[in-house]
């Protein structure tokens, strides 16, 4: 049989290690022949657009290399398939290409908007009473998937969002002069990436002073009170807010583009600059806003070593449970302990997924709705653990790329 992987959704540090941990498990299994990277995620299956994976990662350096490359080797999408009824042309397209190349397996390694496709995918190939399993990896920055501790690419996105709010700190304490800095995270409608920077409690920092969620309540007065009752406290106040905060008086619209993506959500960005803005006109001190925008995905220089090897035992695991003759489900990390850290895998139906969102616990939001708990700390900490020894070059780290005949 052959089998065939995509990935899905935004990029992270970790997506390449589940696509290497699916490889090398479908390298070890006897009755695997072709293993087909899908180009773009599902819009590969859909126009016939395969690569095979063999041909192209053949070397055990290959795999260690690909592995600490960040991004999607595969390239990616925001597709949404159409329901059944409405376009059965896409579905028959899509069972073309997976009769056509022999398919018995796709993994599908993405976000909830993803796993929306492994729900329908896998329940139009039942339907049909087709033999092909359908087996979703989750992956993603933003950690909302539901049902999961965390998700894979999650860990490096906050050990790089902490490491740089550490120099931000560094950075901007050097004046005599107060100020106010104001780092805009990503994590869409939900907070953990932004909660996350709180680990640096943990080696002795006090910032950030306040963090902003979009799981708590916000104003913009109660902000700026807030920042005045640091700002007698600290010389240099640093705040954490979430790209997805919904400004109480509606000024969103005044930041953002408006536009949307295919999943109908809105591209995010700007409430840093917003908030700038009302420090500079209302408090009037020197005051920064620094958006890290993409660069907190694809950060693999310091990414989590223990978010990469995990990335990686899931997408073996993903490719075990599809030769068992699952389908339709989802991997997923169930956490055993903190200290020492443990984690196992196991699946859950996608349909708990997909399309949902898991948001950060408003018990670890501190009562003023401007801070988070120590509880956090302990959830946040072991998922960053851990250095991967990364290739360099000239001085720069050695990326894994497709040959320029198949990009
Ligand atoms: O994949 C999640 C995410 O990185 C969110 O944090 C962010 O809001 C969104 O994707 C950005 O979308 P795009 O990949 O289209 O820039």
């Known amino acids: 049989m052959n089998i065939a992987i995509a990935q899905s959704g935004g990029p992270t540090c970790a997506i390449n290690a589940s696509l290497v941990g699916v490889f090398k498990q479908g390298l070890l299994t006897e009755e695997i022949d072709a293993i087909f990277g899908s180009i773009n995620g599902i819009e590969g299956i859909i126009n016939d657009e395969l690569l095979n994976l063999k041909s192209m990662i053949k070397t055990n350096e290959d795999m260690e290399l690909l592995r600490q490359t960040p991004s999607t080797m595969l390239g990616s999408c925001r597709y949404k398939l159409p329901d059944f009824e409405s376009d059965p042309a896409v579905y028959e397209k899509i069972l073309h290409t997976l009769t056509v190349h022999r398919i018995e397996i796709f993994v599908y390694i993405g976000g909830n908007d993803s796993m929306d496709t492994v729900v329908k995918l896998s329940a139009y190939l039942k339907n049909i009473s087709s033999d092909i399993k359908v087996i979703g990896v989750p992956k993603t920055i933003d950690n909302d998937l539901p049902v999961t501790d965390h998700t894979p690419g999650f860990g490096s996105a906050a050990k790089y969002v902490a490491a740089t709010v550490q120099e931000i700190i560094r950075d901007s304490s050097v004046y005599s002069i ?23 409690r943990a080696n002795g920092e006090e910032a950030p002073h306040l963090i902003y969620l979009p799981e708590a309540e916000f104003s913009s007065e109660q902000f700026l009170e807030d920042v005045r009752k640091e700002m007698a406290k600290h010389k240099a ?18 930041f953002q583009s408006g536009k949307v993506d295919n999943f109908g959500h809105k591209y995010l960005s700007g409430v840093g600059k917003y908030l700038e803005r009302l420090v500079a006109d209302r408090i009037g001190c020197k005051v920064r806003s620094i958006e890290l925008n993409v660069m907190q995905r694809c950060s693999s220089h310091i990414c989590s070593k223990t978010d990469i090897d995990e990335a990686e035992r899931i997408g073996r695991h993903a490719l075990s449970a599809a030769l068992d003759g699952n389908t339709g489900q989802m991997m997923y990390f169930r956490r055993v302990s903190d200290i020492p850290y ?40 072991p998922l960053i653990q851990g250095e991967v020894n990364i290739l360099m070059k000239n001085g720069l780290p050695v990326h894994f790329q497709r040959p320029l005949q198949m990009r």
């Open 178 to 200: 107060p100020s106010v800095t104001v780092i805009e995270i990503m994590g869409r409608h939900a907070g953990w990436l932004t909660a996350s920077t709180c680990v640096l």
């Open 237 to 254: 106040v640093i705040v954490a807010v979430s790209e997805g905060i919904s400004v109480s008086d509606g000024s969103s619209e005044e």
């Open 342 to 381: 443990a984690v196992t895998i196991e699946m859950t139906e996608a349909s708990n997924t997909a399309n949902l969102e898991k948001m950060f616990p408003k018990e670890w939001i501190s009562p003023e709705q401007n801070q988070v708990t120590d509880a956090a700390v302990s959830y946040f900490l």
